[in-house]
């Protein structure tokens, strides 16, 4: 699932687990995660400087961010089902869906 940034500068992708940009004017492509966890469908924030993406890194695929220069990323959800990000608002929160089960009491 690769996307264009808000800007339509870059492109972010999957590629062999790790998540890459590709940047349309230079024509250079720059890996932003290294992991041995497979990483995917990445989003841009509406500022187009940030990242959210899935990863099984820790176990179960969870929603993490990260600089679009790369750096450390920041695990935001914790739950031992599959969560993936698909968009991000103007308020800086993430849509997501999830396979958690929710019961009512």
């Known amino acids: 699932m ?4 808000p800007n339509a500068q870059e492109m972010a ?6 998540i890459w940009i590709y940047n349309f004017n230079t024509q250079q492509t720059k890996r932003i995660t ?3 966890g497979y990483e995917s469908n990445p989003v841009w924030n509406t500022s ?6 899935s990863s099984n890194r820790k176990g179960a695929n969870n929603i993490f961010t990260i600089k679009k220069n ?3 990323p920041k ?4 739950y031992p089902t599959g969560d993936t990000p698909y968009d991000w608002t103007s ?3 993430i849509v997501f869906a ?5 019961k009512r009491a």
């Open 70 to 72: 790369g750096g450390t």
């Open 98 to 102: 999830t396979t958690r089960s929710f």
């Open 34 to 36: 290294i992991h041995e």
């Open 13 to 18: 992708f999957s590629y062999q687990g790790d």
């Open 91 to 93: 308020s800086n929160n």
């Open 2 to 5: 690769p996307r264009i940034s």
């Open 48 to 53: 187009g400087d940030q990242l959210a993406f």
């Open 75 to 78: 695990q935001l959800t914790y």
